[in-house]
């Protein structure tokens, strides 16, 4: 003979909710669900949508301008990888890359080395260092155009100064993208000094106390503590920054246009070129694909050399 059991009831509980299994009334379990909404909401429409909807309009020929969808395979991604203009303005993204990521980590660590201290020098220090970093890009543009400009800009007035020629900077193949690299470092800098400031905040004080007692130096406390100890903040910064240097448009955008000759022009420039003045939004949307798998190769990669470190360490 089955012998049935009585649901087990906690206070508070009534019977049919323990038997149903839950434990909660209907508001606790979906109560959290009701404040999720609107973000949730607000990811779908403005962050999922658009991703499915770019790789759906790779594979037509979808335009701003009234055309008819029409079904084009993958005609887009075979125009894309035959397209020279894709190649040149992803090459001048990677040069940008590499000549802006290692001044960005590299000075920004000096900075932070600078600027940890205590006292009025050390505020003052940290004012000025990340002050830069809040002005919008059509602010900080307009200031380095004025200070590159032949005749009466700053940097052509120290040239002549010291007995060189004028540079039209701006205007030269091969200075335009050095004029852009050290605006967006003296622009953006200011970021990664504040990651490398805290990581150095974050650093006991005893061990630099045992260190001074075992006779070490500030080279040695330099080389054997204090960068050690922020291997970990180096890859994360070296891995945003890349990442943000691969995204690179506004300042190019508003200083070159791209140019001279398109040798600035970053791949995002050309997909914005593609989408909203050829209007072929499909044709677009695939090179923006193939942009964002880079992306991610690149991130992931950096990810993984520096996890491999810091693990080994």
């Known amino acids: 003979m089955a012998v049935e059991t009585p649901p087990r009831v906690t206070p508070g509980t009534?019977?049919?909710?323990?038997?149903?299994?839950?434990?909660?009334?209907?508001?606790?379990?979906?109560?959290?669900?009701?404040f999720v909404a609107p973000f949730l909401l607000l990811f779908v429409l403005f962050m999922l949508w658009p991703i499915v909807s770019g790789l759906w309009n790779s594979f037509?020929?979808?335009?701003?301008?009234?055309?008819?969808?029409?079904?084009?395979?993958l005609q887009n991604w075979q125009d894309l990888f035959g397209d020279p203009a894709v190649w040149s303005s992803l090459k001048n993204t990677l040069v940008f890359t590499a000549m802006s990521t290692p001044p960005l980590v590299i000075i920004a660590l000096v900075m932070a080395l600078l600027a940890n201290r205590k006292g009025l020098l050390g505020w003052l220090l940290?004012?000025?260092?990340?002050?830069?970093?809040?002005?919008?890009?059509t602010v900080v543009t307009l200031i380095w155009v004025w200070i590159y400009q032949p005749g009466f800009?700053?940097?052509?007035?120290?040239?002549?100064?010291?007995?060189?020629a004028e540079i039209d900077w701006l205007n030269t193949e091969n200075r335009a993208m050095l004029a852009v690299v050290i605006t967006t470092v003296w622009w953006t800098v200011g970021f990664n000094f504040l990651l490398y400031l805290a990581a150095l905040q974050g650093i006991p004080a005893q061990v630099y106390e045992a260190a001074q007692i075992d006779g070490a130096n500030g080279r040695q406390q330099l080389f054997r503590i204090t960068l050690p100890l922020l291997s970990r903040t180096t890859g994360l910064i070296v891995v945003l920054q890349l990442v943000a240097s691969l995204k690179i448009f506004d300042q190019i955008y508003?200083?070159?246009?791209?140019?001279p000759n398109y040798a600035t022009r970053p791949i995002i420039q050309y997909i914005y070129e593609s989408g909203f003045t050829s209007y072929r939004i499909g044709y677009a949307s695939a090179i923006s694909y193939l942009f964002f798998a880079i992306i991610v190769i690149v991130a992931v990669a950096q990810f993984k050399l520096f996890s491999g470190r810091g693990e080994a360490e």
């Open 60 to 73: 037509f020929n979808t335009s701003l301008a009234g055309v008819k969808h029409e079904f084009l395979g």
């Open 153 to 164: 800009g700053l940097v052509n007035g120290l040239l002549t100064a010291g007995g060189f």
């Open 126 to 137: 940290r004012f000025s260092y990340f002050a830069p970093f809040v002005l919008p890009a």
């Open 14 to 34: 009534s019977p049919t909710a323990a038997k149903a299994g839950t434990g909660q009334p209907w508001r606790e379990r979906w109560g959290g669900l009701f």
């Open 254 to 259: 508003l200083m070159t246009n791209g140019g």
